[in-house]
């Protein structure tokens, strides 16, 4: 490992004033090279932990973090990006911190691992939890599926097994176990199905509760408006 950090030195001393690196190579920040302040557009290495600005390609190591913006696919034990996730995390575990919900600024992707969290999100979800604090649009498939709101498709492994939430507004479906959402808009399928109230849609379960707006607060089988 020393020799390739030294070989990727060598490498960039021609480039010392450059923004940016097409290589990454680190065994833990700050024994990397180029250190964390530069962004990296190519490849990058960690054998412990590394860490840059912006990132843009093909990201591998025990523990990935990207201060800034991400475009590529990353690949490790622990996957973190701080801005704008542009593309894929494949991980034990996956997170991304981006609070921009405009379309411009949207963090769009996937990721996979058995723990997924992000903020905005759109995209593909795919693990044993997978969260997003605040809007998801898309697909979550895990066994615990959470948002603030929905905008698409929450279920559980096999299609059934598992427990989806949308805190705030579900507008689409929700397939699992148990079935939560404060405002539903849309179907759930499940055998515990509940919704604080109903603009339009339908429950299809074992147990249908709808507080607010259904055909009544507990139905058996189905429940909804029309």
Known sequence: MKRLLLAIAIAASGAA???????MGSLFTPVQAPDARYDVKGLR????YGECQEFCGLDIGIANRTRKDFSGLAIGGGNIVDG?????QVGLVNWNGNKSSGWADKSIGGQL?????????CGFQDGVVSVAKNRFCGWQYSFFNFAK???????????IIGVNVAEGALNGCQIGIVDYTRTLNGCQVGILNY??????????????????GGFAPVMPIINGKF
């Open 17 to 23: 004033f450059a923004e940016s690196f097409p290589v």
């Open 45 to 48: 290495l960690s054998l412990v």
């Open 149 to 159: 709101e929905v905008d698409g498709l929450q279920c559980g492994f096999w299609a």
């Open 195 to 212: 919704a604080a109230k109903i603009e339009s849609g339908v429950q299809i379960g074992i147990v249908n509760m709808i507080d607010q």
């Open 84 to 88: 704008k996730l542009y593309g894929g």
């Open 113 to 121: 691992g058995l723990f997924n969290c992000a903020y905005d999100f």
